[in-house]
């Protein structure tokens, strides 16, 4: 990949480039309670979004991805938002770091990655941090923290991609470490490294391959629901809710409302108490509460996909210790936590029995937890 992204750059603008990368991540739990106040786990991974930059002493940034075989050219103004959808991650990091008061120039740039789209492994925040963390070395000195880079991924998706995402994607990108979850506190922001490496258990990512997509989805219906119940319960978030607190409302509040925020006061529990069976080495316990969180999020929360329920139950079936929907949903991967003498097995059951009913195989990908942002030495 590095060697593509740097012929490609050399033919196209003939200019020194640096190399910069970040990562997608995986979460092992706290699945929708980011914008709720609420805690999350993710990891960064080994697939990552790679560019070459250069600045070009112009006012333009010209950018093209190798994997869509696209250009795109725009000015730094607010009224120069490209027409191509990806571009748009790219600018809209460029216009919130000049919105914080920080500078970028015209620069130069070509793009590829391996984060599979639409796989919920947040190849978006991929792009989007790999731009900020680059932009920031090369414009600003470094200046800029790295949580304000996450922000500023996330303002990115609110404001020209119509996501009202959380926190979690960006912040595991920049902040990943290898070999390291992280449990986030979306509320106070502080976080913890958590070492996750097991003789006898591994995570594995079963790909359904139906195609995730946020924008415009019913992600921020949910999001919606659980701010109409926090305000309801005269509360900022449901960070501070309890089951007691929701039931004394219930016939005030829709069905649909009342279970969305169900779902995410009992997954803020879930992981801190994933975080104690960590440290006491009880995956067990761990498997446990990643099946429970499956099924609230495909029960209360309603945003697993048949494919994902076959998935999760083909995982049961065959032993496996933990699995559930990962990421946003609508599609996408299972995480699963299994133990290594069922690892083949499992691979092989869940292959077959997903060809049999649905036409084709899902894709398999190991877990390697990995580091966030960086440039890339060449
Ligand atoms: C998407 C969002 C995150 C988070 C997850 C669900 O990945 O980008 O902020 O809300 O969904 O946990």
Known sequence: MKTKILEEFKTRFGTEPSLYASAGRINLIGEHTDYNGGFVFPGAIDKVIMSAIA???TEKVRVFSIDINEYAEFGLNED???????ARYIFGVCREILKRGGTVKGFDAVFAGNVPLGAG???SAALESCFAFALNDMFNANSIDKFELAK???????NYCGVNCGIMDQFASVMGRKGKLMRLDCRSMEFEYFPFASDDYELILVDSRVKHELADSPYNKRRASCERVAKRLGLETLRDATIDMLDSIRTDITAEDYFRAKFVIEEKDRVLAVCDALNKGDFETVGAKMYETHKGLSKDY???????????DVARE???????IMGGGFGGCTINLVKKDLRDK???TAKEKFKEKYGHEPKVYPVVISDGAHKVEE
Request: aromatic share 8%; hydrophobic share 25%.
């Open 80 to 86: 120069d938002v490209p027409p191509q959808s990806w």
């Open 121 to 123: 492994l947040s190849s």
């Open 152 to 158: 500023i991924g996330q303002s990115t998706e609110h």
């Open 55 to 57: 600045p070009n002493d």
């Open 346 to 348: 499992f691979i092989e």
């Open 302 to 312: 309603e945003v697993s996909c048949e494919e994902l329920d076959f998935l999760n």
């Open 318 to 324: 065959c032993g496996v210790t933990g699995s559930r």
